[in-house]
């Protein structure tokens, strides 16, 4: 059974040029021209992935896409959001909104397909049968339901944070480089940089670290990459 897409863009023509590609590459598709109509199908049928654009008449794509991050049911849908803002401050937004990667406009075809599946096999790797929780210390991730715990605290994550914490606690006490980290969490096709890996530590960091500056569970190791403490630091409390 193909992976269904649903595409939301306010210009038809878009709109219609990404669902064509989409659908040549395997893919079902359907189109929604608002972020309204987008909501009211997505809570009747969860599709594998969502392509939203960013400039819609409200709710834009940033709203929708946080609306969608706030419910626990639509949460670990990928989000790829297409925008003609291709400044670095605004890509940053988007994904710490929860967008799970960007494209900008003009785009090409056969990168957004590739796009899609890159996330929608992101999502599929890092969620295996069979494996429910990782812990450390007082830091808990439920993998089926996407959520983690610290203490009795929840703690909210994008889908890109969720999938690099998931990542980094899978490998414990090893330094995982930049480019391993855009391969295993971003997928082999993804078009992006290293700096991509560097944003989202650092917002990781801020939700997970008591001392986000001073960082006990994941550690930078200049010029190599990241490595998630192998024990709980000393000291630490939730």
Partial sequence: MPSLVYVADDEPNIRKLASLALRDSGFETQEFADGATLLTAVRRRIPDAIVLDWMMPPPDGLAVCKKLREDEATRPIPVLMLTARGEEVDRVLGLEIGADDYITKPFSVKELCARVRAVIRRKEYLTPAGEETLTCGPLVVDIARRQVTKGDRNIELTMKEFDLLVMLMRNRGRVMTRD????????????????????????????????????????????????????EPAGKKS
């Fill in 180 to 231: 391993a980290l855009l391969d295993k969490v971003w997928g082999v096709e993804y078009f992006g940089d290293a700096r991509t890996v560097d944003v989202h530590i650092r917002y990781l960091r801020q939700k997970i670290e008591d001392e986000p500056d001073h960082p006990k569970w994941i550690v930078t190791l200049r010029g190599v990459g990241y490595r998630f403490a192998a024990e």
